[in-house]
């Protein structure tokens, strides 16, 4: 009998309303644990702390430098040792989904990461570290109900002020903003008026008044306006804009 071993690395008035879906790529993760960068203490310790203890040489061999390459960030290699790994009759379901996961976000193929996240999850919900890398990686692409979800499953002590930070950001971002702008401007036709001096009526001429021509001015464009966006599940989320604008004259 053998036990196994591994380590998860921590890792006018105008009102608008209208639905959109996130597409751009997410912004990297600006907190200290970073979890899924792979760039923790853990990474200084002996790498025999993280092989799995197997008496096939060849399945711990692989899981070896399956570690020593999360560990290096060496993505290729990885990438090769993985279609290895999964052809073994004895490999780790959840060293695999973790190795997938973490190759998946160095592609910065969020979607595919959280998914291998979540199918780790599901084999072992009680992985701690794993769910904080998930809840990051939903937050950071813009699906925070989901994320919401994962973080609050995170009660450790060691993740409480992480925690905290990550649900008032994403509060944050879902809160009203302001806009409020000036300009000034200059135009020889503040009226928007025709510089035709005549005007044709049914056939009838008119001459126009010297007011209705174009008129020359200068003023300051003003607009002040609010927005919220709220994400309703997945990448999709209800936007409102409030708005006015307009343009002060001046003598």
């Known amino acids: 009998m053998y036990k196994k071993h591994f380590l998860f690395l921590l890792v006018s008035p105008l009102v608008m309303a209208e ?4 597409q751009q790529d997410p912004k990297e993760f600006d907190g200290q644990r970073q979890a899924v960068k792979f760039e923790q203490e853990i990474a200084k310790k002996d790498l025999k702390l993280t092989a799995y203890l197997e008496e096939d040489n060849s399945l711990k061999g692989i899981e070896q430098h399956i570690n020593q390459a999360i560990l290096r960030q060496d993505w290729a290699k990885l990438e090769r040792l993985l279609g290895d790994y999964a052809k073994q009759e004895q490999f780790d379901p959840l060293l695999l989904d973790y190795a997938l996961a973490a190759l998946a976000y160095a592609k910065k193929d969020y979607r595919s990461a959280a998914f291998y996240y979540q199918q780790l999850l599901k ?8 769910r904080f890398d998930l809840a990051l990686i939903l937050k950071e692409d813009y699906r925070y109900r989901e994320a919401e979800q994962e973080f609050k499953q995170l009660k450790t002590d060691d993740l409480r002020n992480a925690v905290n930070s990550a649900l008032a950001q994403i509060e944050e971002e879902e809160s009203w903003k ?3 702008y000036l300009q000034y401007t200059q135009t020889n036709n503040v009226n928007n008026a025709s510089s035709s001096p005549t005007v044709n009526v049914n056939g009838r001429i008119f001459i ?19 927005s919220k966006m ?9 936007g409102v804009d409030l708005g006015y604008n307009g343009v002060l004259l001046l003598e």
């Open 230 to 238: 709220r994400n309703i599940g997945g990448n999709h989320f209800v």
């Open 208 to 226: 126009k008044e010297s007011d209705s021509l174009p008129q020359s001015a200068k003023g300051v464009r003003y607009g002040v306006g609010l």
């Open 123 to 130: 084999k072992q919900p009680d992985l701690t570290y794993p």
């Open 19 to 22: 639905t959109v879906e996130f």
């Open 178 to 180: 302001p806009d409020f």
